[in-house]
């Protein structure tokens, strides 16, 4: 068996589940997002990394992509998706992500290390806007005010990037 593992447990994983079949295609399926009082689901984000042996050549088909918005059957999918991959986590670059029967998406590709990360999108995390907000935090054209709190007690912010008193325009 080529793959070894896939590890979520980080900062913007995807819950998912995964098993390889008897081809040895690595079938991933992410977890639906459920709105509260509704049918409505969704799943279209997926950050995770691959353990496996450098050189190994591994086809993983990713599923359930059958979204539900306001009862109609919906997918975030197109003959256009894309994938990600990096190595470390910071430096991505795109491959390609067939859309294939069953509303899934192919992903075939070789270890270029013993560990890679695959993303829908190249991520941008809570510690990367947090390490912008430092960046620009005492710069004079810059305000940041707190406006409230997220429910796990996060802060949100307002960030005003500009001339605070320059003519407005309507």
């Not at 998912?16 to 040895?24: F, P, R």
């Not at 042996?53 to 256009?80: C, K, Q, V």
């Not at 707190?146 to 325009?169: C, K, N, S």
């Amino acid at each position: 068996m080529a793959l070894e593992y896939i590890y979520t447990g980080f900062e913007n994983g995807s819950p998912l589940e995964w098993e390889i079949d008897a081809d040895g295609a690595i079938h991933v399926r992410l977890l639906y997002d459920h709105e509260r009082g509704s049918p409505n689901r969704a799943a279209g984000h997926w950050h995770f990394q691959l353990h496996a042996r450098p050189g190994d050549a591994l086809t993983l088909l990713l599923e359930n992509f059958d979204n539900i918005w306001n009862s109609r059957p919906g997918s975030p999918l197109s003959d256009r998706t894309s994938c990600f991959l990096s190595i470390d986590g910071r430096a991505w670059s795109a491959i390609p992500a067939p859309k294939i029967a069953g509303n899934r998406l192919q992903i075939s590709l070789t270890m270029e290390s013993d560990r890679l990360f695959l993303a829908r999108l190249e991520p941008y995390r809570l510690s990367d806007l947090e390490r912008l907000l430092a960046e620009i935090r005492d710069h004079p054209r810059v305000e940041i005010t707190a406006i409230g709190r997220t429910v796990e007690g996060q802060g949100l912010e307002m960030v005003r990037v500009g001339d605070g008193v320059a003519p407005h325009h309507v």
